[in-house]
């Protein structure tokens, strides 16, 4: 494993781009590890690549340091919370979650479904999204099993999504 790095990844990227092109234009597109690895690619600077879409959060320069996926959640956190702001920032937005605004309301509904976790919403979510049933004091549910966890994922599942232009505020 010394002699493997993003770098080493990256160059043999490059080399197969170069022994195995069709004469096209290339756009390479980086999503979670990808983001960083074509970053890495930018930096080599292959001819045949002629565009790049960096999408996701992880970086090999800009970020700070200690980057690791344990970070994981803190990060994509940062991220929906800026999201939220920015949809808050839309008028139509702001109209509709005014008592408790758009990120307030999502806390709410959070803490609803663990403390009502039989309630159909919140049992159907946690059925869609944990694939399970477990629900309830008595069932021994973990946090991976929890309601709020299943809405979480849902949540932070639509942030990922490549798609997730659908979801935009404007």
Not at 29 to 43: C, K, N
Not at 89 to 109: P, S, V, W, Y
Request: hydrophobic share 35%; glycine share 10%; net charge negative.
């Amino acid at each position: 494993m010394a002699s493997f790095s993003t770098t080493s990844a990256a160059k043999d990227i490059a080399s197969f781009m170069g022994e195995h092109t069709n004469g096209e234009d290339t756009i390479v597109y980086g999503g979670s590890y990808g983001t960083m690895l074509g970053e890495r690619l930018v930096h080599l600077d292959p001819p045949e690549v002629t565009g790049y879409v960096l999408d996701g959060i992880a970086a090999s320069m800009g970020a700070r340091m200690l980057q690791y996926y344990s970070n994981w959640d803190s990060d994509f956190g940062d991220v929906a919370d800026r999201f939220l702001a920015m949809c808050e920032d839309e008028e139509q937005i702001a109209a509709r979650f005014k008592k408790k605004g758009l990120a307030g309301t999502i806390k709410h509904l959070i803490a609803q479904f663990d403390e009502d976790p039989r309630s159909p919403c919140a049992f159907t979510t946690n059925t869609l999204y944990n694939n399970t049933g477990n629900t309830g004091a008595d069932s021994n549910a973990t946090e991976a099993e929890s309601p709020s966890f299943a809405l979480r994922r849902a949540l932070g599942m639509l942030m990922s999504e490549v798609r997730r232009a659908a979801v935009g505020c404007s």
